[in-house]
C-alpha cells in the first residue's frame, strides 16, 4: 500500500500515519520527495482492506494505493492451474468450448420440452431457462417458479442437458438446489451478499452474471465471497455493461473475456443476448466471444419469440441457433490451438 | 404505444402487428407512410407492458416506443397531492427540510450515542447508522447485525430521534422493522425484487436509494414494487451514479431531484456523503440538494472518522457537521419559499 | 416523426403542430387516445432534422422520436453494394482483412524504417504513424510535424505500405494529403466539424475514428459531413469508448461493428491497441474483431516500446506483432466464409 | 511517482527501471517488500510527464502512479489568490455571481436585440449567442458566421451587455477576437488542441466548456494548455457529461464545481440549459449552481423557443427568465456570504 501525504502535511500526521499503518500488521517505510511525504506499508500479514479504508481518513493524507489485490482465492496466483467445472458429462473451463442455450424463461411443459430437444440436437450441452425471473417492472411476468423448476428437470431427464437456472433469494437457494444443476445469479444480484453467502454454503457450481455497472475488480470480490464461504466452483459470466450507447441494449466488454483469464483461474462465459438486446447481431458476438478465448457461452432461444413472455427480441428462433451453431463448429479448431496462449 | 415497421415490411407483417395488439387489449390505427408503416396501439385498459415486450420480437417490426408511464402508483398522475411520510415528530415530504445524520456503521454504543447526541443537537431529526452491511470484500466489516439494531433503539429513546437503517435480505425485513423507523434499501438492493416484496408487506416507511447504474425510471419502476406489493411509504434517495470521472466517489446526479419532482408525488432525499466520496465537498453538496428543492439530505457523520470501521474517508466530524447544519440554516428561509415551485 | 402530445394538451396546441409539420413538408395524421393525442408527420421531402428540433420546443409537446434515419449518403440503404476502398495495391472493404500497424509517433528516420520493414514482413499492407500528435497535456511530445511525414513517405517509398497519418486541423489538410494515403481524424476530432469540411474537400480516403463518447449514430453523422462535402470515401473506427471501467483503457465496443454493417456499406475498421490500453490483450481482442466480421485492424507496433516518445504500454513489440499475425492468418478462411452473411 | 513492480520481476527489471527514473532526472527509492518492490521516483525537477509513460512500458513494472498534478499554471498552487476576470463592467470570479444569456445562435437582428434588451432588464451583463454552431448534423442550421458576430456587437453596443461567442477552427479566432468579449470553447472543441494552442496567443479571455466525456483533470489539462500558450485569462464551465442517464440530455456533474474551486484558481462556470436539455428544470439547476459556489452561469433564452433555429426545447422564455432571475436574487445574500468557504 502507498499513502501519499498531501503537500504540507506535519511531521505529526505522517507519524501518525505510520502507527496507524503498524496497528493493522505492517511495516512503514518513508520515502520524503521535496514536495511532500510517500510511505510505503508493507507485509504479507496485515489487513490491507481496513487499513486502507482507515489511512484515507487520517488527517493529512492524499490518497491511497493498494498494490496487491483485494481477492484471494479467486486469484491466479492461488492456484496454478485453471479450473475445470464438471456438470453431468459438460466440462466448463475444459478442452471444449460450451454452449448453454435455452429460453428466457420456462414459459410451459411444451415450450421447454421443445426447446431443449432441439438445442440438444444443435450440440449445446447445458439448457438454460428462468424459473423465477427478476423484472424491472412488478406488472411483468414473474417466472412459474417451482412448477417451472419441475419442467426444467424433466427436460433433462429426457435430453441429458445439464440445467442452469437462475436464484433471486438466499431463501430459496436449497429449492433451486433441488432441481438445477448450475445456479445462476442475475446480473442485479450481483452483490446481493446474503445470496452470495448462501450460494457458499451449497454443492452446485454458481455462475456470477457481471453487474450492468459493476467492474471486473468487484465482479471477482463478488466471487471470492462465493469462495470464501465454501464453494470453490464458481464461473462468470459477461453479459454486457451499461454505457451512453443505445444502439445495443447493453455493450459488451469483450476485453473482460482476456482480462479475466489473465486474473482468474476460474471460468469465464459470455452471453452475447444480454449484451446485444437483438437476435440480428447476436451470432456475429458469439463469434467473437469464442475467438478471444470464454469458455462458453449461454444463448437465449425460443420456438416462437414473438409469443415469448420475456426478452423475445434478443432470443434466436431454433433455425437461427442451428444456423450459428454450424458457424460455431468452423471455429473450434482455432479456439482448441488458441487455448494455450491464455 | 407507436410501432414503427421496417422499410419494405409485408402487408401481412403489419396485419399480424394489428392482430397482436388487439390480442392485448388495444386498438390500432395504422399511419402509412411513403417509407413505411407506423402504428399507434390506442387504448387505457390494454397490457401495454407484455404487449411492448411482444411486438419487439415480432417479424417486421422495427422499434416500439411505449408512450405511457409503465408505473402508476408512484406516478404523480396518479395522486394529487404530495406525500408525507411521518416517523415520530418528524415530516419527510413536509414543509421541513430534514437531515438525517449519522455514522456509516454502528460500531459500539458509546460511538453511536455520541453521535446520535451531537447530530440532534445540530438539528438532524432522524438517525442513520447500518447495522447489517453490503461490503464489496468478504473481508471488510460486515455489520453488527442485531445488536446493532439494539444500540439504535437506545440511542433512539435517548435523544428522540427516529432511526432509518439498512435491510438486506427479504428474511430480515421483519427483524429489522422491529427497531427501525425508516428501512432503507441499499443501492446494490435497488432491485432485490424479492427485498422489495418483502418491504411491501411492511408497515414501515422505506428509504429507496438509487442504484449506481440505475435509470430514474428504474428507480420509480422499483418503488412501484413496494407500493403495488402494498406499501405506500416511500422516498426515492439520489445518492451518485456510476461514470467515468474520478475525482468524486460517484456522480450526484443533481438533476434527478426536479425531475423527480416532476414525476412522482412521493418524497426525494439527497445523499451527498456517498455521492462525494471524501468529505471537503459534503457541506457545498448538501447546499446544493436544498437549493434544487429536495426534501432532505442524509449524511454520514463519525465522532472519529479515521478509526471508522467504513466510509470514514467521507464522514463529517461533528465539528464539520455542526458547521454544515449553520450553513444550511441559511438557506431554510428559501427553502420553503422555493416549495411552491415544484 | 411522431410527436406524443402531454396529456392535457389543447386543440390549440394539436392544431398547431400540425401546422408546423405541414410547414416543414410533411403531411400531419392525428391519433386519438383515450389519454392524449398522438400525431404522425408522414412524407419524403420534408426537413426532418429541424421540423424535430423545433417540436420539440412547441407548447404541449411531451416528446418526439424521429423514425427515419438523419443520414443519406453514409446509409446502407443509399448505396446497393459495399464500399471497397483502394489504397495501392490494398482494398479496405474487399476480399482480404487489412492489418495496419506501426508506431503511435513517428520519432526518428531509424524507429519508422524499422518498424516499416518488419511489419510489411509480417504481412501488414498499411503503415501507421503519427506527425502530429494530439496529446492531453501540452508537455507531452507534440510530434514530428512536416518532418515525420516526410519519414512516413520515405517508408512508403522502400516497403511499398500505403501510409496512414492523423490530420488535427482543417488548415493543415493540404500539407497532410501530400504525403498520406488515408488521412485519419482521431477520437478527439470526430467532431470537429470544421476539420471534417475540409476532408469533404479532399480527394483521400479518411479513417474516421468514434469519438471516446461518441454514439454510433453520432459516428455516421460526422462521416455524412465528410460525404456530403464532397468525398464518398470514407472508413469507421471503432478504438473502445469510455465507461467506468477502469482494467482497460477504454471499453472496445465491439458490438459497434455489426451493428455499423447493418447500418452502412462503408468499411469499419477495429484498433484492438487504443481499446486495450496494454499489450498483452491487444492479440485476443484483434481476432475477436476479425471474428465479428471487422474489414480490418490498425494495430500500435513499436522495436522498442519503453522509449517510444507516446503509447509505449500498448505497442506490441516486432516480435509480439509477428506472434499476433501468424495467429490471425489461422482464422483467414472463416473470415472469409463469414463476409457473406453481413 | 510510485512504480509497483509485478511479483517475480527480476533484480535487472527493478534496476532498469531504477536508471529510467534517473534518465528522466529523478532519484529513485526503492521499497522491497516481501512480495514485490516498489519504487518511488522522487524530485521536482524531472520529466514526470514523459517519465511516467516510459515507464509504464517497462519490463516488470505491473502500474505507475502519478502522485503530482500534471497541470501547473491552472493549479490552485501555482497563485496564491483567485483569478478575476474582467470583461467591460463584469468581473467573473469576483464578488458577484455573473448571469450570461442569449439564444443558441444568433437568427436574426430582431432576434438577437429583443433578447440582448431582455436579459440585461433581468440582470445578464454577459450576453450570449452562436455565430459559428457545432452540429452533429451536417443538415441542421450551421449559424450566421460574420453576419452573427456583427450583430452580437451590435446589440453590446446598444445594451452595454459583453459578448460571448463559440470559436470552433484555430483559423477563425482572430476573425472572432475582433467581435466578442469571450471566446467560447464547446464541449466537443475541448481536446481541439490545434484551437487550444490558437487561444493561448489570443488577448481575450476563453470560458472553456467540459467535454461530454472529459474528466475534470482533462479539463484542468486543456486550460493548461492555454495558460501555458501565453493566456491567462481562462473560465471552466460544467455542462453536463455523458452518462447512461437519458431523462435529462447530459447528467450535470454539479459536484464539479467544489472539485475545481479546490483544485483551480480560475473561475468555474454552469451552463444548466445544456445539461437540463428541457426547459422546465433549468431554473432548479441554476439554483443548485449557485448554492454550490459557481462564480456565475451560462443561460439560453430566447423569445419564442419553438422558433428557434437551435436548442429551442431548453430555451427559456424570456420571462421564464425573468421568473428564475428573480428567484436567483433571493440567494445571492448567501452566495457572497458562502464565498469564503471555498
Redesign the interface.
Known amino acids: 500500500m502507498?499513502i501519499?501525504m498531501r503537500?504540507g502535511a506535519s511531521k505529526q500526521d505522517v507519524d501518525h500515519v505510520c502507527e496507524?499503518i503498524a496497528d493493522f500488521g505492517f511495516r512503514a517505510?518513508r520515502?520524503?520527495?521535496?514536495?511532500?511525504t510517500?510511505i510505503?506499508a508493507?507485509?504479507?500479514t496485515g489487513?490491507a482492506?481496513?487499513c486502507q479504508?482507515?489511512?484515507?481518513?487520517?488527517?493529512g493524507v492524499?490518497?491511497v494505493?493498494r498494490?496487491?489485490t483485494?481477492?484471494k482465492f479467486v486469484s491466479r496466483?492461488s492456484k496454478q492451474s485453471r479450473t475445470v467445472i464438471k456438470v453431468g458429462k459438460t466440462e466448463i473451463g475444459g478442452d471444449r468450448f460450451v454452449t448453454m442455450a435455452g429460453p428466457c424463461s420456462v414459459e410451459s411443459e411444451q415450450q421447454i420440452l421443445q426447446t431443449a430437444h432441439a438445442v440438444a440436437a444443435a450440440g449445446a450441452t447445458v439448457l438454460r431457462g428462468g424459473a423465477y425471473k427478476?423484472?424491472?417492472?412488478?406488472?411483468?411476468?414473474q417466472g412459474m417458479a417451482e412448477e417451472g423448476l419441475r419442467l426444467l428437470a424433466k427436460a433433462r431427464e429426457e435430453t441429458g442437458l445439464a440445467v442452469i437456472t437462475e436464484v433471486?433469494?438466499?431463501?430459496e437457494v436449497e429449492l433451486v438446489a433441488g432441481y438445477a444443476d448450475i445456479m445462476q445469479v442475475g446480473a442485479?444480484?450481483m452483490?446481493?451478499?446474503?445470496l452470495l453467502k448462501a450460494l457458499g454454503r451449497c454443492s452446485r457450481p454458481v455462475m456470477l452474471k457481471r453487474g450492468?455497472?459493476s467492474?471486473?475488480?468487484?465482479l471477482l470480490?463478488s466471487g471470492?465471497?462465493i469462495v470464501?464461504?465454501g464453494n470453490p466452483q464458481v464461473m462468470f459470466c459477461e453479459r454486457g455493461?451499461?454505457?451512453?450507447?443505445?444502439?445495443?441494449r447493453n455493450?459488451?466488454?469483450?476485453?473482460?473475456?482476456?482480462?479475466l483469464n489473465?486474473l482468474t483461474h476460474l471460468p469465464v462465459i459470455v452471453d452475447p443476448s444480454h449484451?446485444?438486446g437483438r437476435r440480428?447481431?447476436v451470432?456475429?458476438?458469439a463469434?467473437?466471444?469464442?475467438?478471444?478465448?470464454a469458455d462458453g457461452i449461454i444463448v437465449e432461444v425460443h420456438p416462437c419469440?414473438?409469443?415469448?413472455?420475456?426478452?423475445?427480441?434478443q432470443?434466436l428462433t431454433i433455425e437461427g441457433f442451428n444456423g450459428m451453431m454450424a458457424?460455431l463448429a468452423?471455429?473450434a479448431a482455432?479456439w482448441q490451438?488458441?487455448r494455450g496462449?491464455r
Chains 1, 2, 3, 4 share one sequence.
Open positions: 502507498i501519499s503537500i496507524r517505510h520515502v520524503e520527495g521535496e514536495e511532500r510517500v510505503g508493507v507485509g504479507v489487513d482492506t481496513n479504508e482507515s489511512l484515507e481518513a487520517c488527517p492524499e490518497s494505493v498494490i496487491t483485494p481477492y496466483k427478476p423484472r424491472t417492472s412488478p406488472y411483468e411476468f433471486m433469494n438466499a431463501s442485479r444480484n452483490q446481493n451478499f446474503g450492468l455497472s467492474t471486473i475488480n468487484e470480490m471470492e465471497y470464501a464461504h455493461i451499461r454505457t451512453f450507447e443505445t444502439a445495443t455493450t459488451c466488454d469483450i476485453s473482460a473475456v482476456p482480462v489473465e449484451a446485444a440480428s447481431i451470432p456475429a458476438l463469434r467473437a466471444a469464442m475467438a478471444i478465448g419469440p414473438e409469443k415469448a413472455l420475456s426478452d423475445g427480441a432470443s458457424n468452423r471455429y482455432n490451438e488458441d496462449t
